[in-house]
Nanobody
Framework: QVQLVESGGGLVQAGGSLRLSCAASGRTFVSYAMGWFRQAPGKEREFVAAINWSGDNTYYSDSAKGRFTISRDNAKNTVYLQMNSLTFEDTAVYYC????????????????????WGQGTQVTVSS
């Protein structure tokens, strides 16, 4: 079992930055790919970013590419999402996820490939 606890959300003005953190319990953190999804009110949940177990490979949605950076510290069992140049459209609840996506193209982008989900942290960007 893996438990995930997000932190770092809050209210920020458009153009600002936030860094989300996700602390994972368990000694097998290094075995899991980690990622972030988000869900805005009235919208479907969407993929934001993911990182493989070693941190060598990262994946981003088109909206996150160039503005967000995902990273992990396996010694601290923590994954981060640095978000820059935030816009109103980034307002959402952000969920940390952990799993072992199979090795087919696109697997890291799919919610169904992640077994563990955090409770979410609210990010609100004021325009």
């Amino acid at each position: 079992q893996v438990q995930l606890v997000e932190s770092g959300g809050g209210l920020v003005q458009a153009g600002g930055s936030l860094r989300l953190s996700c602390a994972a319990s368990g000694r097998t953190f290094v075995s899991y790919a980690m990622g972030w999804f988000r869900q805005a009110p009235g919208k479907e949940r969407e993929f934001v970013a993911a990182i493989n177990w070693s941190g060598d490979n990262t994946y981003y949605s088109d909206s996150a590419k160039g503005r967000f950076t995902i990273s992990r510290d396996n010694a601290k069992n923590t994954v981060y999402l640095q978000m820059n140049s935030l816009t109103f459209e980034d307002t959402a609840v952000y969920y940390c996820v952990a799993g072992v996506p199979p090795s087919y193209s696109g697997s890291y982008y799919l919610a169904r490939e992640y077994d563990y989900w955090g409770q979410g942290t609210q990010v609100t960007v004021s325009s």
